[in-house]
């Protein structure tokens, strides 16, 4: 094959845009892995050419290995975020002599750095390889979480949960990404629930854990303990996520070379692509005109105000729940 042709393959695999051409990005991908985008589409043409015994058997296949792992990543997600809230229950406003407000700033200002850092982390992950950036950021989280049990001050604690808050900006954002690499649109609201429902889990354990931690009578505050045990679960946790979670179909290990074709020629029913590296501000101006957007956005709110004023453990202490 010359030089032309090599050329003509690339354009067509980087982005793998069944509905129109793109321009190619130099460098994007090596050439085994357009290689394999290329003979993915060349040996399954349409959907009909991919067997539906073997679409299936890899649709378990995926559901084994990715679905616990973005399950577990969502328990941390949570139990990150109420750690202060054990802590609370366990002294730590006492021991750094906060105020009803400041302990209010430090649940409210989480959300700063996330506000402030979302749009920048998503952006990022764009550019990186989506499994290694997000095991980055939940190690970060872990690492932010160990880093609160050392502090003495509300600025300082303040500072941490902004840095915190920052990080994990870009977890349901890479959750979404990494589930519509693998899944259809059609299949993609149930392993989405398979996933989040690990978020009740960790609203049951949490409490448990929170509570089991709280009573360790040890050198140290119980609620410093809250923080180093989980953030240290959290980020070792993000070291073997690191070496699990994939970033492309043609580096996912543990599946052959047929099983990574199929993968790839499945995405075609997305009509979205399976790797793309470049912003196109044309769908993000599509995006803020959809109605549904905005329908989500009222969504979202309406369903954690109340969630935030009493479903948090601090609230339950003070009506008696805890």
Same mark, same amino acid.
């Given at each position: 094959m010359d030089k032309h042709d090599d050329t003509a393959k690339e354009e067509e695999v980087e982005y793998i845009d069944y509905k129109k051409p793109q321009e190619p990005i130099t460098g994007e991908l090596n050439n085994d892995q357009a290689d394999l985008y290329a003979e993915a589409l060349q040996r399954y043409p349409n959907d009909e050419s991919i067997d539906q015994a073997d679409e299936k058997r890899l649709k378990r296949k995926l559901d084994r290995r990715i679905i616990p792992l973005l399950g577990i990543c969502y328990f941390f997600y949570y139990v990150d975020k109420t750690t202060l809230s054990y802590a609370a229950i366990f002294g730590i406003k006492k021991d750094l002599d906060l105020t009803g407000g400041e302990y209010s700033w430090l649940s409210s200002i989480f959300y700063f750095g996330w506000l402030v850092w979302a749009i920048p982390s998503n952006l990022i992950m764009q550019r990186c390889r989506p499994g290694w950036y997000l095991s980055f950021n939940i190690f970060m989280w872990g690492a932010l979480l160990m880093c609160q049990a050392a502090a003495s001050n509300?600025?300082?604690?303040?500072?941490?949960?902004?840095?915190?808050?920052?990080?994990?900006?870009?977890?349901? +954002?890479?959750?979404?990404?990494?589930?519509?690499?693998?899944?259809t649109r059609e299949e993609q609201p149930s392993r989405i629930a398979a996933w989040y429902v690990w978020n009740g889990v960790g609203v049951a354990g949490g409490g448990l854990i929170?509570?089991?931690?709280?009573?360790?009578?040890?050198?140290?505050?119980?609620?410093?303990?809250?923080?180093?045990?989980?953030?240290?679960?959290?980020?070792?946790?993000?070291?073997?996520?690191?070496?699990?979670? +994939?970033?492309s179909p043609t580096t996912f290990k543990g599946f052959s070379h047929d099983e990574k074709l199929i993968m790839i020629?499945?995405?075609?029913?997305?009509?979205?692509?399976?790797?793309? $590296?470049?912003?196109?501000?044309?769908?993000?101006?599509?995006?803020?005109?959809?109605? $549904?957007?905005?329908?989500?956005?009222?969504?979202?709110?309406?369903?954690?105000? +109340?969630?935030?004023?009493?479903?948090? +453990?601090i609230v339950q202490r003070q009506i008696n729940w805890l």
């Open positions: 509300f600025p300082a604690l303040a500072a941490l949960r902004i840095l915190s808050g920052a990080f994990e900006a870009i977890a349901d +954002p890479a959750f979404m990404l990494i589930t519509s690499m693998y899944y929170g509570y089991g931690i709280g009573n360790i009578n040890g050198a140290l505050a119980s609620w410093r303990y809250e923080f180093l045990i989980v953030g240290a679960f959290c980020s070792a946790w993000a070291i073997a996520l690191c070496l699990l979670l +994939p970033n020629a499945r995405m075609r029913r997305n009509q979205t692509g399976v790797e793309q $590296k470049r912003i196109n501000w044309d769908q993000i101006k599509e995006a803020y005109l959809d109605y $549904k957007t905005w329908l989500f956005t009222l969504l979202g709110f309406v369903a954690n105000v +109340p969630n935030e004023l009493f479903m948090t +453990p």
